[in-house]
């Protein structure tokens, strides 16, 4: 169940931080609500997994989950370019993600 709370976690990130870019780009107060909203879910999402889980290991992938859904974000909705060395980034994210998961097992 940590697991999936981890994941909820890094998704609630992605959502906030698209939030953040959105009233960058002209503020509204309804806006502002739900991104703050969508930041203490995270937290307290993040919270939770960290009751079965070391720091060591939800920290990183918090914020990777984060991280990737944010390029993700940028580049569909945003339309932000991203080239050779962005692509790498990710995938570097991803695996090192994936190698610091290991850690519990």
Do not use: N
């Not at 009751?51 to 991280?67: C, E, F, H």
């Amino acid at each position: 169940m940590a697991w999936i709370t981890l994941f909820i976690a890094g998704l609630l990130e992605t959502a906030w931080a698209a939030g953040l870019k959105s009233l960058s780009e002209g503020f509204r107060f309804s806006l502002l609500i739900a991104t703050a909203a969508l930041m203490l879910a995270s937290l307290g999402a993040l919270y939770w997994s960290m009751r079965s889980l070391p720091l060591g290991v939800a920290y990183p992938i918090w914020t990777g989950i984060g991280s990737v859904g944010s390029v993700v974000i940028g580049i569909t909705v945003f339309k932000q370019d991203i080239g050779v060395f962005g692509i790498a980034g990710v995938a570097c994210l991803m695996i090192g993600m994936f190698l610091v998961s290991l850690e519990t097992h």
